[in-house]
Antibody
Framework: EVQLVESGGGLVQPGGSLRLSCAASGFTFSSYSMNWVRQAPGKGLEWVSY????????YYADSVKGRFTISRDNAKNSLYLQMNSLRDEDTAVYYCARDRGGGSYDDSTWYFDLWGRGTLVTVSS | DIVMTQSPDSLAVSLGERATINCKSS????????????LAWYQQKPGQPPKLLIYWASTRESGVPDRFSGSGSGTDFTLTISSLQAEDVAVYYC????????FGPGTKVDIK
């Protein structure tokens, strides 16, 4: 079955850190660019970060730049998001999402055809 | 950054009737070199992740029922559900991918 499964969410204090993981299965993970998208409780969707298939191209939303780091391990079919200096406003469900296009930046479409079920990150004291 | 807006915020439609959702971008998402509109639509049911419905403004994703259709160009787009079914109750989001991806605030669709 083609799927993405996120893990690693939880309750963390402001200023703390958390590492999210996304396990891919059922498709050739190394052939796709990947993204993190988040959704605050009861709110809309916000794109967070992008990584190309070879990790050569990485982008971040301004809201997380300098605090979050995206990475991947193609041998383990896994995507990661290291989140540091967490703020209240980072509270959200974090989804990993597959780019429809090829794995390179030039082939990326920047719309998302496969999503995980998400993992909840709560930043609160 | 491109800002996406949607209208209405919510709507209630009778079963079998048409539902129309509008999406507007703060600048054109039509790329002149390939004449493609960089606009997608997603459906999100309660407790579920978003699901891709439409891309390139009007191309239906494989497996999506043909009662869903997308139209528009430039800055103004529409998602139409031609005959609303009970399983279509959801929040619908538009997304531009002309530049750094951004989503509209969503439109909630309910049964009247």
């Amino acid at each position: 079955e083609v799927q993405l499964v996120e893990s690693g969410g939880g309750l963390v204090q402001p200023g703390g850190s958390l590492r999210l993981s996304c396990a891919a299965s059922g498709f050739t993970f190394s052939s796709y660019s990947m993204n993190w998208v988040r959704q605050a409780p009861g709110k809309g969707l916000e794109w967070v970060s992008y990584i190309s298939s070879s990790s050569s191209t990485i982008y971040y939303a301004d809201s997380v730049k300098g605090r979050f780091t995206i990475s991947r391990d193609n041998a383990k079919n896994s995507l990661y998001l290291q989140m540091n200096s967490l703020r209240d406003e980072d509270t959200a469900v974090y989804y990993c999402a597959r780019d429809r296009g090829g794995g390179s930046y030039d082939d990326s479409t920047w719309y998302f055809d496969l999503w995980g079920r998400g993992t909840l990150v709560t930043v609160s004291s | 950054d491109i800002v996406m807006t949607q209208s209405p915020d919510s709507l209630a439609v009778s079963l079998g009737e048409r539902a129309t959702i509008n999406c507007k971008s703060s600048q054109s998402v039509l790329y002149s070199s390939n004449n493609k509109n960089y606009l997608a639509w997603y459906q999100q049911k309660p407790g579920q992740p978003p699901k891709l419905l439409i891309y390139w403004a009007s191309t239906r994703e494989s497996g999506v029922p043909d009662r869903f259709s997308g139209s528009g160009s430039g800055t103004d787009f529409t998602l139409t559900i031609s005959s609303l079914q009970a399983e279509d109750v959801a929040v619908y989001y538009c997304q531009q991918y002309y530049s750094t991806p951004s989503f509209g605030p969503g439109t909630k669709v309910d049964i009247k």
